[in-house]
C-alpha cells in the first residue's frame, strides 16, 4: 500500500531480523574504488550547527541505518550511521555565509520500531494508542501517532556474518533483539511493561517513510485489560519528553480523525487507517 510519502513494503514474513554490518554498502563501495560518495562535511556541521541551536535535545550519536530490505526473506541489512547525517540531510541553512545552501539526500534510512498498541474498552468498543509528539522531535512535531516506538540502537559486541561479505563484518539483531528494543521504549517513554500488560506481540507491516527517512517495523499489541478510556493514560513528564499526551482512541473514529493531515503523522494515518479497516 502506497499512500503519499508512506509505502507498506509487504513483509511476507511474521518476524523480521536484522544482519548489522560493520560499514554500509556505499561505504564498501567507496573503499573498493568501485564508487565515490560526494560528502561535503562543513555543510554539513553548518547545518547541524544550525539544528543545534534552535533545538538542545538534538544529539549526535551512532544509529543504525538501512542499506536494504528483502521483503520476501523479512531480512534487513544496516550499518552504523551518525544521527547528524540523518538530521542534516535535506536541510537548508538560514543563516550565515552558507545562508540558502541545501544539505543533499546523504542516504541515511533511520531503523525504527514501533509499537500499535490496541485494547478492549469498557464503553463496548476496541481502541488503539495514540500519543502526541513533542515539539522538540526531529520531524513530526506536535502530531499524534500510534506508539511508542524509537530508532533501533547499534548493537554492542557485533560477531561476524558469513554472509555480510568481505570486509563487511558485522552481528545480527534477531526479532527477540528488536522487541527488546520495543520494551525498553516503552518503559522510558510511558514507564509501561509491554511483557506485563500485552499479550504475545505480532509484526504488523514494515513501512518506509520519505518525509523521516525511516524504515518502521510496526509490532502489534493487545492489552490485556480492559481499558477506560475516558480514564486518561499515565504520566507523561519531563523524562518522557518525546511525548506531550496520550489517549485510547475508539475504532469507530480512528477513519475520521485519521483523516486530519495537520494532527496526524503521515505512518499514524497509513497505519489506524488499515487498522480500522479490518474486521
Known amino acids: 500500500m502506497v499512500s503519499g510519502d508512506i509505502k507498506a513494503l509487504g513483509c511476507a514474513c511474521s518476524t523480521v531480523r536484522v544482519r548489522v554490518h560493520s560499514v554500509s554498502a556505499p561505504q564498501q563501495?567507496?573503499?573498493?574504488g568501485r564508487e565515490k560518495i560526494p560528502l561535503n562535511a562543513e555543510l554539513i556541521d553548518a547545518?547541524?550547527?544550525e539544528l543545534c541551536s534552535t533545538n538542545t535535545r538534538l544529539h549526535d550519536g551512532l544509529i543504525l541505518g538501512v542499506d536494504a530490505f528483502d521483503g520476501s526473506s523479512g531480512e534487513f541489512d544496516a550499518s552504523p550511521a551518525a544521527y547528524r547525517h540523518l538530521a542534516a540531510q535535506g536541510y537548508t541553512i538560514q543563516a550565515g555565509p552558507r545562508a540558502g545552501a541545501t544539505v543533499p539526500d546523504l542516504g541515511v534510512r533511520l531503523l525504527g520500531v514501533k509499537a500499535l498498541i490496541t485494547a478492549a474498552g469498557s464503553d463496548g468498543q476496541d481502541h488503539v494508542l495514540i500519543l502526541r509528539r513533542s515539539p522538540e522531535v526531529r520531524v513530526y512535531a506536535n502530531m499524534w501517532e500510534v506508539g511508542p516506538g524509537g530508532g533501533v540502537e547499534v548493537p554492542h559486541g557485533p560477531v561476524p556474518v558469513p554472509s555480510a561479505?568481505?570486509?563487511q563484518e558485522g552481528g545480527e539483531m534477531t526479532w527477540t533483539g528488536l522487541l527488546a528494543t520495543l520494551a525498553r521504549?516503552?518503559?522510558?517513554?510511558?514507564?509501561?511493561?509491554?511483557?506485563?500488560?500485552?499479550?504475545?506481540p505480532s509484526l504488523h507491516e514494515v513501512y518506509a517513510d520519505h518525509v523521516a527517512a525511516s524504515f518502521d517495523i510496526v509490532v502489534g499489541y493487545r492489552w490485556k485489560a480492559t481499558v477506560n478510556p475516558k480514564a486518561g493514560w499515565c504520566h507523561i513528564g519531563e523524562?518522557?519528553?518525546e511525548y506531550s499526551d496520550a489517549a485510547w482512541l475508539a475504532k469507530a473514529d480512528t477513519a475520521r480523525w485519521a483523516a486530519n493531515a495537520k494532527l496526524v503523522s503521515p505512518l499514524a494515518r497509513v497505519v489506524l487507517t488499515e487498522w480500522a479497516g479490518r474486521q
Open 165 to 167: 561479505g568481505a570486509g
Open 47 to 49: 547545518a547541524w550547527g
Open 29 to 32: 563501495a567507496q573503499r573498493e
Open 239 to 241: 523524562r518522557d519528553w
Open 185 to 200: 521504549e516503552a518503559m522510558e517513554e510511558l514507564a509501561v511493561d509491554l511483557a506485563i500488560h500485552c499479550h504475545a
